[in-house]
């Protein structure tokens, strides 16, 4: 019979003067948090302590999105400005401040290996960022509204965007095109998320689905709403489809 363990809350702490909008835990040690606020703040956190290791000013608007390096020495902040800055961790200090959006700047993510990171604006447009040369390399228009989420592939070949315009797109970082463009959505896409070893990629929805594609075959395979029963989904997950797609080089 199955048992059901119950979730306690380990801690809470107020971490911004107003709203907090957007957060991330560092993929390399987990142990770090940075945190966006309303308040114009970057503050970073050690999980588990009450207070702020840093707290990190610059921007002269409410910050909508951040990200840490692969390496967590870097952070990049996203505002409602459009404007984006990076903060070297180790020295406290802005490294960089770079600008193009013309409006919120709403999603980022730093590439798994290159010194390059990605940014999604309210303005339609994808940029991909050099941190080495200080500016844009790339623009990708393709989005008709607001770019909600971004993320690289695990291998770093490609990059994938979401947005409002109820699209998901896949571009090609060599090629500087576009790959594919997933349209099966009936709302805004608010949020995406890679397999970390699987060519599986989910997207999750203001329609109230999340759908799982084959980056492979670039086809749906799965999808869950609110009717859908959770063995259903778990199918989705570990069936034998996905087990036997091949591995991220």
């Not at 349209?183 to 699987?198: A, L, N, S, Y």
């Not at 999808?223 to 069936?239: K, N, Q």
Request: net charge neutral.
């Amino acid at each position: 019979m199955a048992t059901t363990k119950r979730a306690y809350k380990l801690q809470e702490f107020v971490a911004h003067t107003s709203s907090v909008n957007c957060l991330k835990i560092g993929r390399k040690s987990s142990r770090v948090l940075v945190t966006g606020g309303e308040d114009h703040k970057v503050n970073l956190w050690a999980i588990g302590k009450p207070n702020a290791i840093l707290s990190l000013s610059g921007h002269s608007s409410g910050i909508d999105s951040v990200s840490f390096d692969s390496s967590e020495v870097l952070v990049a902040a996203g505002a409602a400005s459009g404007t984006i800055k990076l903060w070297d961790l180790e020295e406290a200090k802005i490294v960089r401040t770079l600008t193009g959006h013309r409006s919120n700047c709403i999603s980022l993510d730093f590439h798994p290996f290159g010194e390059f990171f990605a940014s999604g604006s309210l303005d339609t447009n994808l940029k991909i960022w050099d941190i080495r040369r200080k500016g844009c390399i790339h623009t990708y228009k393709g989005h008709t509204r607001g770019v909600n989420a971004i993320r690289f592939t695990p291998d770093g070949r490609w990059v994938v965007s979401g947005g409002e315009d109820n699209s998901v797109k896949l571009w090609d970082l060599t090629a500087g095109k576009l790959l594919h463009d997933f349209k099966f959505h009936e709302g805004q896409v608010q949020c995406i998320d890679f397999h970390p070893h699987e060519f599986l990629l989910a997207t999750g929805s203001a329609d109230k689905t999340v759908k799982f594609w084959d980056l492979e075959t670039l086809e749906l395979i799965g999808s869950a709403g609110p009717e859908v029963p959770f063995s259903t989904l778990r199918i989705c997950i570990y069936g034998t489809h996905i087990i036997e797609m091949p591995k991220w080089n």
